[in-house]
């Protein structure tokens, strides 16, 4: 994304990937130290790469900044032998995805920035892979809830546990880093098992309901 494809699929392949990625990993080694939304001319510095050759990969800071985002194509984030329990197998997704977004939070954090103030850019935060691994980690609940209703669960653990929720804990309620893990772990788990004792009728007709207008 962001890339000249052209540029970068014909003559020298091999050097310039090793160009692109060391331009992407000067981008995040800046965001690392503090630098929010590293400029191309500052990963071309950073990496000893000329400003002219960076632009060539990244034609814009935007195009920068998403490229230096941490991709993955996993599936699920569970280990092979993760087992049919629910509860263990949501615990173990729940603090592989903190642990993620934690550790990669400086690009995390330019990712929400930059997903606020441009609403038609296709960015990485709006693909909602998270949802798809938290269905992974309760598909022993597929046939107890429905599709609808381990959809719905899917979404509200992702919602207690993403950048969206570690910045209100750690800049708004004041929590540490370790403190947001702990209580984003705690409410994770909670609405599962909230969701594992209500009678199966209740939470297949609520993931149906609408929801209230003028709550906040």
Do not use: C
């Not at 998403?66 to 329990?85: M, Q």
């Amino acid at each position: 994304m962001g890339m000249s494809t052209t540029y970068e699929q014909s003559g020298r392949t091999q050097q310039k990937q090793r160009t692109r990625v060391a331009l992407i990993a000067a981008a995040r080694s800046l965001m690392a130290k503090g630098v929010a939304a590293p400029t191309v001319d500052a990963a071309a510095a950073a990496a000893s790469i000329s400003r002219t050759t960076a632009y060539r990969y990244f034609p814009n800071q935007a195009a920068l900044l998403i490229a230096a985002h941490p991709e993955t194509s996993t599936t699920s984030l569970l280990p092979a032998d993760a087992g049919d329990d629910p509860v263990e197998r949501v615990r173990i997704a729940v603090a592989t995805f903190i642990r993620l977004i934690i550790d990669t939070e400086a690009q995390q954090r330019t990712m929400l920035r930059l997903s606020l103030e441009d609403s038609t850019r296709d960015l990485p935060l709006r693909k909602g892979r998270a949802i798809g691994w938290f269905e992974d980690a309760l598909e022993p609940l597929r046939s107890e809830l429905g599709k609808a209703g381990l959809r719905r669960l899917a979404i509200a653990i992702r919602s207690a546990v993403g950048i969206e929720t570690l910045v209100w804990l750690t800049d708004v309620a004041g929590l540490t880093r370790d403190q947001a893990a702990d209580l984003m772990q705690w409410t994770a788990e909670s609405q599962l098992q909230h969701t594992i004792s209500s009678p199966v009728g209740d939470e297949r007709s609520s993931a149906r309901r609408p929801a209230r207008r003028g709550g906040k």
